[in-house]
């Protein structure tokens, strides 16, 4: 059975960081990327950033780019979000996803699995 297990979401500041993890399991981690999306209330869900297990290859979208970093434990199945600078339109739901692909790509139609989801806030 597979799981995707986010966690450390929360509230955070204008400027204030968080990193958000996804713990994987139930599936066979090297043939898989994991990627990163968000949805915002009243909006699509959008590509943030996503990788490519067995080698730690990177996408990113273009507006996290410098802000955002993704990567991976294979010890642990785990893939991490570093998010710095963050702000206010950065509010969302992330989520973790899991798609056996040959390429990291931010297209949500390819991925087969989805964890719950961790909210983030970015609020004064």
């Known amino acids: 059975q597979v799981q995707l297990v986010e966690s450390g979401g929360g509230l955070v500041q204008p400027g204030g960081s968080l990193r958000l993890s996804c713990a994987a399991s139930g599936f066979t981690w090297d043939y898989y990327a994991i990627a990163w999306f968000r949805q915002a209330p009243g909006k699509e869900r959008e590509g943030v950033s996503c990788?490519?297990?067995?080698?730690?290859?990177?996408n990113y979208a273009d507006s996290m780019k410098g802000r955002f970093t993704i990567s991976r434990d294979n010890a642990k199945n785990t893939v991490y979000l570093q998010m710095n600078s963050l702000k206010p339109e950065d509010t969302a739901v992330y989520y973790c996803a899991a798609g056996r692909l040959s390429f990291p790509v931010l297209e949500k139609g390819l991925y087969d699995y989805w964890g719950q989801g961790t909210q983030v806030t970015v609020s004064s």
């Open positions: 990788i490519r297990s067995r080698d730690g290859r990177t």
